[in-house]
């Protein structure tokens, strides 16, 4: 079993401090001799060393460990954006704690009432809710907090967020220019049917601006007439979504586009459900990409996040020091890459 500083200093005639100043790589800042270093690093190579978290918590008053809340895990671009964060964490030795929400206010704010009560150093959430929880306000001076993926406007927490409109539109623009007819768009995360125009997800509401301003630009007046609601990103809001099209227009859209992978997995389901395949003249756009569209025979224009560069634009924003005049809560927006395939 690894030994604690405590049981090394014991077990080698040594004090703390210079036990402490060996393992940390200072012995020749503290003039300490290197037949004492040799055997402190000799007792450590054979016996092991173990960090005291919780005294070392106590003593510094911090935990080294940041608190992560997602809406879904299962969800690729959520687990590719925490594997990418992650690593920088354990750059730092910070420990990442992971919570998934489900897309649910009450679990939300659940998981940071519990990331809170464990003494987490900062918080970084992707979050269900426009409005600001009651803890994190209490805290916005002594945690760093960051959010990420979704901008409800607030303005009392640096955010991070992909552009999605742009990604919106400039897919659109391609869908709509290779259709050479509608093309439809699937969207999940709408709180009421779009005539309403009311959007939950203000990531959501982007992507359908995009979709909008790229309809104008092609002189098409009712571009709400395109648009398909759903009130969450599921295969199963997919595969309703794509069943009432099917019902509608006598067979599958030429084109369609979806607002993420999850509606796109139940809409080609539905699909191969209804007419015994997939067309692959069918033009299909996507939002997030993912390698397994590299196997439809089909056109595929998908909207790729940069995972990598908003995993390091929110750690930056993570560290930056509380108080700071450097540290504000501005949006910072990270441009996004159209992946076309067989075109």
Aim: hydrophobic share 40%; net charge neutral.
């Amino acid at each position: 079993m690894p030994k604690t500083v405590e049981e090394i200093a014991r077990e080698t005639g040594f004090s703390i401090t210079t036990v402490r100043f060996v393992i940390n790589g200072q012995s020749e800042k503290y003039r300490i001799s290197d037949k004492t270093k040799k055997q402190i690093e000799d007792y450590v190579a054979i016996h092991g060393y173990s960090l005291n978290h919780a005294a070392r918590s106590l003593k510094l008053k911090r935990s080294d460990t940041i608190g992560l809340v997602v809406p879904d895990l299962a969800n690729a671009f959520f687990a590719r954006f925490m594997a990418a964060f992650e690593i920088r964490c354990r750059k730092r030795n910070l420990l990442l704690l992971t919570v998934s929400s489900h897309d649910d206010p009450d679990l939300e704010s659940r998981a940071v009432t519990s990331l809170l009560a464990r003494g987490v150093d900062g918080l970084v959430i992707a979050p269900c809710q426009g409005t600001s929880q009651p803890q994190l306000i209490k805290n916005q001076d002594r945690k760093s907090i960051v959010m990420f993926d979704r901008d409800y406007g607030t303005q009392l927490f640096p955010t991070v967020v992909s552009d999605n409109y742009q990604g919106a539109l400039e897919m659109a623009r391609r869908m709509l220019r290779e259709a050479k007819g509608p093309c439809y768009f699937m969207c999940g995360d709408a709180e009421r049917p779009a005539v309403e125009g009311v959007i939950r997800g203000p990531s959501i509401k982007e992507r359908l601006r995009g979709f909008m301003d790229a309809c104008a630009e092609a002189g098409i007046k009712n571009g709400e007439s395109l648009v398909r609601m759903a009130t969450e990103s599921s295969p199963e809001a997919g595969a309703k979504m794509m069943h009432e099209l099917i019902d509608e227009l006598g067979a599958p859209p030429h084109a369609f586009m979806c607002s993420a992978l999850l509606l796109l997995e139940g809409a080609l389901q539905q699909i191969r459900a209804q007419t015994g395949k997939i067309d692959k003249k069918i033009l299909i756009g996507t939002f997030d990409d993912h390698t397994m569209l590299d196997f439809l025979p089909n056109r595929v224009l998908s909207i790729r996040q940069n995972e990598d560069a908003l995993a390091r634009r929110v750690f930056e924003r993570l560290v930056e020091p509380l108080g700071s005049s450097k540290r504000s809560s501005a949006v910072d927006t990270v441009p996004t890459e159209l992946i076309c395939r067989n075109l």
